[in-house]
C-alpha cells in the first residue's frame, strides 16, 4: 500500500494538537476515521509515530515524519495554488485566421466578450482566403479558423460549427446607381470588377460576368477601392460590406437569393488549454 497524502494531512494535524479528537473536528472526520488512517500510515512504515495511545508524544520517526510531511505538503498546496490560478487566469496565444467579413463582422464581438473573462490570454488574429485558412489550419499554423463553405475540412477530421448564413448581393458606386428593382442580369450590363468569392458562388449570371471581367482584386479591401473609384460593380457577401463609405452602395437583387454559411474550423487534439477551450466554447455558442 502506498502513501497517501490524506494519510500525511491527517498525521500532521494529530501531531500539531496532540489530540485524536480535536484534530478530527479540525479535518471534519470522524476520530475513528483519523485513527485507522495513523494505523493504515504506521503499518506501511513499520514502526509507531506516537510513543502512547494519547497521541500526545511522537517517536523519532513521528518527529522526522513530521517535518517531512509539513514541508512536502506546503510545496503541494503551493502547487495546487498555481495551478488555480492558473485554470482562472491563464496566459498563452490563441491564433485566428479568418475571411474578411468575419473578422469585421463576428470576431470582434467574439474577443470582446473572451478578453472580458481572459485579459491575459493573447489573439492573433489575420485576414485571408478560405483556400489560405484551410491551409494554415491544416499546417497547424492556426488554432481556429473561420471560413466559407467548405465542407472538405469535415472530412480531416476537424471540428465545425455554423455562425452565420450571408447572402450575396451587388456592390455598386452611387455615382452610377443601380434600379433598386433589378435582377442577377444587370451584371451583364455593366463593368464587373472579379474576385475570388466569385469563383464559388453558383449565381449563372455571375459566371458570364466574370468569365468577361478584365480586372481582377485578390482582397477585399482592393475591391471595395476599386468600386469606390468607379471601375465597376461586383458581388460580395453582406457581411463584408456593412461599414461602407458614403458613396458606395449595396442591395439584394430580386429572387431568387443565393447565400453562402460563415463555419469554424478546429483541430479538436489541439484544443487543449484552458483559453483554447474557453474561445472554443464561444464559437460553438454564437
Not at 48 to 53: H, I, K, S, V, W
Not at 72 to 91: G, H, N
Not at 265 to 277: E, I, L
Amino acid at each position: 500500500m502506498a502513501i497517501k497524502i490524506e494519510m500525511l494531512r491527517y498525521f500532521v494535524e494529530v501531531a500539531k494538537t496532540g489530540n485524536l479528537a480535536q484534530a478530527a473536528d479540525r479535518l471534519g472526520r470522524t476520530p475513528s476515521a483519523i485513527s485507522m488512517m495513523l494505523k493504515q500510515l504506521e503499518e506501511h512504515l513499520g514502526a509507531p509515530l506516537f510513543e502512547t495511545d494519547r497521541k500526545s508524544k511522537l517517536t523519532l520517526l513521528g518527529d522526522f515524519v513530521l517535518k517531512e510531511s509539513i514541508r512536502d505538503l506546503e510545496q503541494l498546496d503551493r502547487t495546487f495554488t498555481s495551478i488555480q490560478q492558473f485554470a482562472r487566469t491563464p496566459s498563452g496565444l490563441i491564433r485566428v485566421a479568418a475571411v474578411p467579413s468575419a473578422s469585421t463582422s463576428i470576431l470582434p464581438h467574439l474577443i470582446t466578450k473572451f478578453q472580458a473573462d481572459y485579459p491575459t490570454v493573447s489573439i492573433e488574429l489575420s485576414d485571408a482566403d478560405s483556400i489560405s485558412v484551410m491551409a494554415d489550419l491544416t499546417a497547424q499554423k492556426i488554432d481556429f479558423g473561420i471560413i466559407s463553405d467548405h465542407a472538405g475540412l469535415k472530412s480531416q477530421g476537424f471540428g465545425s460549427r455554423e455562425l452565420a448564413e450571408d447572402r450575396y448581393g451587388i456592390l455598386f458606386n452611387k455615382r452610377d446607381p443601380l434600379p433598386k428593382d433589378t435582377d442577377w442580369q444587370c451584371l451583364l450590363d455593366r463593368p464587373f470588377v472579379s474576385n475570388h468569392l466569385c469563383e464559388t458562388t453558383e449565381i449563372p449570371e455571375l459566371k458570364t460576368a466574370v468569365k468577361n471581367s478584365k480586372l481582377r482584386a485578390r482582397n477585399t479591401s482592393s475591391l471595395i477601392a476599386l468600386i469606390k473609384e468607379g471601375l465597376g460593380i461586383t458581388v460580395l457577401p453582406e457581411l463584408a460590406c456593412r461599414d461602407l463609405s458614403a458613396n458606395l452602395g449595396f442591395f439584394i437583387p430580386k429572387p431568387p437569393i443565393y447565400t453562402r454559411k460563415i463555419l469554424a474550423f478546429w483541430a479538436p487534439d489541439k484544443v487543449t488549454y484552458v483559453g483554447q477551450r474557453a474561445f472554443l466554447h464561444l464559437l460553438q455558442n454564437y
